[in-house]
């Protein structure tokens, strides 16, 4: 397929709602919501897209209960636990964006055994978004480079911010994504976003199928990118 896009980043938006309508707890609808996203990984994977985020947990949602945080931290080191296989078998490296030191230790675990595990893999790549803030990374992606070079005089340069990203080695995202009618970025991806695309959808994450993620694809292929020059 000619113009597909090489990184897709999921704002996964919308599990409440959909507990909601089906009368569930707000659990149900994480829940249903991760299934949701590893049918879209496998989905893109089979298409052909190389990179993928997803956006799982933002460094603004501990404000929610404390009892959907812990549920949150759960389902996450429960689902890296039981989908290894997953991922091994579709020979997708997975690698983690965010700050790792404020995550229980079980998630931490479970992020490393899997991030280690598939590091040597060449196909797709998914980078979970796990207390994850595009402020928070900026901050420490210069932090980072002072503390490779304490005693740095010069400027910091866009590529030295960019070389210190949570996930360095990921393209800019080509296409945003957001499900549930939000428009909004929620502090996702600040800097890779210079020239991303946008694609909404009224759907909310749970309900997210193959067809979903081929009319936000096929919407992208239409686009015109310019990145500020004349590219008629
Ligand atoms: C997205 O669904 C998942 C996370 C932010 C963890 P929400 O939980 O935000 O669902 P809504 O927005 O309340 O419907
Ligand atoms: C963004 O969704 C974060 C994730 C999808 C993990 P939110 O539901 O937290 O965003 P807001 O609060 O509606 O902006
Ligand atoms: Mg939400």
Wanted: charged share 30%; hydrophobic share 35%.
């Amino acid at each position: 397929m000619k113009n597909l896009p090489l990184h897709i980043a999921f704002i996964m938006d919308g599990n409440g709602r959909w507990a909601k309508n089906q009368g569930k707890p707000r659990s149900a609808g994480h829940r249903e919501g991760l299934t949701a996203a590893k049918r879209i990984v496998k989905a893109a994977s089979d298409i052909g897209i190389k990179y993928i985020t997803l956006y799982a947990f933002s460094t603004e949602n501990w404000k929610r209960t404390e009892d959907e945080v812990a549920f949150l931290m759960n389902l996450i080191s429960r689902h890296l636990r039981k989908e290894m296989d997953f991922y091994v078998k579709n020979r997708i490296r997975v690698v983690h964006s965010g700050d790792f030191s404020a995550l229980p230790d079980s998630v931490k675990y479970e992020i490393t055994s899997v991030t280690e595990a598939t590091a040597g893999f060449k196909g797709t790549a998914v980078n979970l978004a796990i207390n994850y803030g595009g402020r928070d990374e900026i901050i420490r992606a210069v932090n980072r480079i002072y503390d490779k070079s304490p005693e740095k005089r010069s400027p910091v340069t866009e590529q030295e911010i960019s070389e210190n990203l949570d996930c360095a080695d990921f393209p800019d995202p080509d296409l945003i994504v957001r499900s549930a009618g939000e428009r909004r970025l929620s502090n996702f991806l600040l800097w890779q976003c210079a020239y991303a695309e946008f694609y909404y959808s009224d759907k909310l994450w749970p309900d997210w199928d193959k067809s979903d993620l081929d009319a936000a694809v096929s919407s992208y292929r239409n686009r015109n990118r310019k990145f500020g020059g004349l590219n008629e």
